[in-house]
């Protein structure tokens, strides 16, 4: 079934502009799949920026995303943005994890590798963790 | 009146500090992977790092921090840009901040 419905929530989208142009107040939604495929064309230089910036970093931040097990396009994401000559120096994340299963699946995702020397898992929240985000860009640069 | 969750706007308070203290720019992306808004209002009514940008076309000012949405939300668009010089990356999943 292919069929569009047009969702009109944003009543004051577009009264809001973009590089001088009003907003099309019809927004764009991507369900959390794992295929974010053809029909999302539009969003694929999205995408490939943001692979380009993972494959260009070195130090990441990971706040408050438990990398479900449903929602394989990071997974996919993070395998293309790590191809690259790029030293990571950080793979931090922050959660508060109670049940360490986010931690496990982070280190599956990243490898022993990364794990030995860029890897760090601190339990807590996103506000708890912004003087600590400062302390490490700090630090960082 | 537009406003992002206070710890959003602490934490872009927390990024224009960094940059007044460091007196260099921030070579921050940031990647999101949520459906809400609260990382764009913070950065757009803060204003203090220069802007950003969604990266939603070939012309977009290499000069503005990425604000990189696989959700694809078109006013704004998880957390991930940066500045060029030593690339944070970021991702924020505001539905799961507990307490935000």
């Known amino acids: 079934m292919n069929e569009s419905v047009i969702l009109d929530l944003g009543t004051n ?6 590089c001088g142009e009003p907003l099309n107040r019809v927004p764009v939604i991507v369900p959390p799949t794992w295929s974010k495929g053809s029909q999302y064309k539009d969003l694929g230089r999205v995408w490939a920026k943001a ?59 990243i490898g022993q590798g990364i794990e030995r020397h860029a890897f760090n898992f601190i339990r807590n929240t996103f506000e708890d963790a912004t003087g600590i985000f400062q302390r490490e860009i700090m630090s960082a640069i | 009146m537009h406003q992002s969750p206070e710890p959003y706007d602490r934490f872009v308070r927390m990024l ?21 808004l609260a990382l764009d209002f913070a950065l757009l009514y803060q204003g203090s790092l220069g802007g950003f940008s969604y990266h939603l ?18 006013i704004g668009e998880y957390v991930v840009d940066a500045i060029r010089s030593s690339h944070v990356i970021l991702a924020v999943s505001p539905f799961e901040v507990r307490g935000g």
């Open chain 2, 16 to 36: 224009h500090e960094t940059k007044e203290f460091l007196r260099t720019r921030l070579d921050i992306s940031f990647i999101t992977f949520n459906y809400d």
């Open chain 1, 13 to 18: 989208i577009h009264v809001q502009q973009h």
């Open chain 1, 51 to 109: 692979a380009a910036e993972l494959a260009a970093a070195e130090n990441i931040f990971v706040v408050g995303y438990s990398m479900p097990e449903t929602d394989s396009f990071f997974r996919y994401l993070y395998a293309l943005g790590s191809q690259s000559t790029t030293k990571l120096r950080r793979f931090w994340v922050f959660d508060p994890d109670p049940d360490k299963s986010v931690e496990q699946r982070m280190k599956t995702l």
């Open chain 2, 57 to 74: 076309s070939d012309e977009t000012d290499s000069q503005t921090m990425p604000l990189l949405s696989s959700t694809g939300r078109s």
